[in-house]
């Protein structure tokens, strides 16, 4: 996932992306309390926004003639998931699941839709249900993980990337998301040597390495973070983005200094 390169895109580019922004991210690295952070436990696509408001259409008929039909329901939900239409993709799954409270698919993608609108206690909830001990799902297990790193349980979240890792070895969505945990937990060395071994992989998703590209800016290596991002983003975009992140951290840097001397000013 990029930095923005201005407050009004924000909101606009804060695409689905694997755990956290790097708004969040770049805050955490710099404040003295850890700083929020942004689930967004969406998998990586490459339909076009045009696509998926066509897949929306079709699966939102299929769901209205027939609500009890599991496909319909998640199919419809990741459309208007990837569209932004994240509380309704909710309400879909919401009703799915009491029609099919067994189902384990749908159990998933309602708990990590819950997610998506922050309600994370009820998402982890949902998502205890959507696996068993004896046979877990490695996807569960890393939205877990995110979940817990949305409410600053680093330790707990990374102890549920490992397990996924064990089902899966490599797995560069789960590393990544390991990799934003050490981030969050401030321990930036080892962040950068899990995103570099997601990076690494030939299925890599392209924002995993803006990811990469994101910590080793803020270990103030600008000049590799921009090279990191022009691998997938527009020469102009990356270094917009870098200096984005530059001014940030100065920013966040002087508010901390600030806000350690006010105490003294006042005895």
Same mark, same amino acid.
């Given at each position: 996932? #990029?930095?923005?390169?201005?407050? @009004?895109?924000? $909101?606009?580019?804060?695409?689905?992306? &694997?755990?956290?922004?790097?708004? #969040?991210?770049?805050?955490?690295?710099?404040?003295?309390?850890?700083?929020?952070?942004?689930?967004?436990?969406?998998?990586?696509?490459?339909?076009?926004? =045009?696509?998926?408001?066509?897949?929306?259409?079709?699966?939102?008929?299929?769901?209205?003639?027939?609500?009890?039909?599991?496909?319909? $329901?998640?199919?419809?939900?990741?459309?208007?998931?990837?569209?932004?239409?994240?509380? %309704?993709?909710? *309400?879909?799954?919401?009703?799915?699941?009491?029609?099919?409270?067994?189902?384990?698919?749908?159990?998933?993608?309602?708990?990590? #839709?819950?997610?998506?609108?922050? %309600?994370?206690?009820?998402?982890?909830?949902?998502?205890?249900?959507?696996?068993?001990?004896?046979?877990?799902?490695?996807?569960?297990?890393? *939205?877990?993980?995110?979940?817990?790193?949305?409410?600053?349980?680093?330790?707990?979240?990374?102890?549920?990337?490992?397990?996924?890792?064990?089902?899966?070895?490599? +797995?560069?969505?789960?590393?990544?998301?390991?990799?934003?945990?050490?981030?969050?937990?401030?321990?930036?060395?080892?962040? +950068?040597?899990?995103?570099?071994?997601?990076?690494?992989?030939?299925?890599?998703?392209?924002?995993? @390495?803006?990811? &990469?590209?994101?910590?080793?800016?803020?270990?103030?290596?600008?000049?590799?973070? +921009?090279?990191? =991002?022009? *691998?997938?983003?527009?020469?102009? +975009?990356?270094?917009?983005?870098? #200096?984005?992140?530059?001014?940030?951290?100065?920013?966040?840097? $002087?508010?901390?200094?600030?806000?350690? $001397?006010?105490?003294?000013?006042?005895?």
């Amino acid at each position: 996932m #990029a930095l923005f390169s201005g407050q @009004r895109q924000v $909101a606009r580019r804060l695409a689905p992306a &694997l755990t956290v922004s790097w708004l #969040a991210l770049a805050l955490a690295g710099c404040a003295s309390t850890p700083g929020d952070t942004t689930a967004s436990i969406t998998n990586p696509t490459t339909r076009s926004d =045009a696509e998926w408001r066509q897949s929306a259409e079709a699966s939102g008929e299929q769901f209205r003639a027939n609500p009890n039909n599991p496909d319909a $329901a998640l199919q419809y939900a990741q459309a208007l998931r990837a569209l932004g239409q994240r509380t %309704q993709a909710v *309400a879909v799954l919401e009703q799915a699941s009491l029609a099919s409270p067994h189902n384990k698919a749908l159990l998933g993608a309602y708990g990590r #839709a819950l997610a998506d609108v922050g %309600q994370n206690k009820q998402a982890f909830e949902v998502l205890e249900r959507a696996h068993t001990p004896d046979n877990p799902d490695w996807r569960v297990l890393s *939205a877990q993980g995110a979940i817990l790193d949305q409410l600053g349980r680093h330790p707990e979240a990374q102890r549920y990337y490992s397990s996924a890792l064990k089902i899966v070895p490599g +797995e560069p969505s789960v590393l990544s998301n390991l990799g934003l945990s050490y981030a969050l937990a401030k321990d930036l060395p080892q962040a +950068e040597k899990t995103l570099r071994q997601a990076a690494a992989s030939q299925k890599i998703d392209p924002r995993v @390495r803006q990811n &990469l590209a994101l910590v080793a800016g803020l270990q103030g290596r600008f000049a590799e973070a +921009e090279s990191i =991002a022009r *691998a997938d983003l527009p020469s102009d +975009e990356a270094a917009s983005n870098v #200096a984005y992140l530059k001014q940030m951290l100065s920013q966040a840097k $002087a508010g901390k200094k600030l806000g350690g $001397a006010a105490p003294s000013a006042g005895t």
